[in-house]
């Protein structure tokens, strides 16, 4: 039985520093929350399905990339789900240092709403 993660990650990077940064940082991400295995992944849209072969087990997930926060959704399966509680807090921290600090340089400047 699987279990699903949802992690919700606030940005102001706009979609495309933050979707940029995502391709980039999917890979040391798995790495540093301790998944080791055949990693595959592909943008549809604004939205990156992958999955990760470990252990006999195939974990699953999508990250939706808007303009202010990030989605990312995965599926556990069996022998993964139990530790779900503590990988979700783990994938959230990690998420926030992916998503932070300032844009790359030459990065166009996303408007923001006038709230006057």
Known sequence: M??????TIPH????????????EGVGRLMSQIGAVGELT????????RFSLRAIG????????????????????PGIFAMVA?????????????????PKAAGAPRQRQPFRG
């Open 85 to 101: 509680n503590k990988l979700k807090g783990r994938l959230r921290d990690e998420g926030q240092l992916l998503l932070s600090g």
């Open 12 to 23: 102001e990077l706009g979609r495309a520093e933050a979707r940029r940064r995502i391709d």
């Open 57 to 76: 087990q195939v974990i699953t997930g999508t990250v939706a990339v808007a303009d202010h926060e990030a989605r990312l959704e995965v599926d556990l």
């Open 41 to 48: 992944r592909a943008w549809e849209g604004d939205t990156l």
């Open 2 to 7: 699987s279990k699903p993660v949802v992690v």
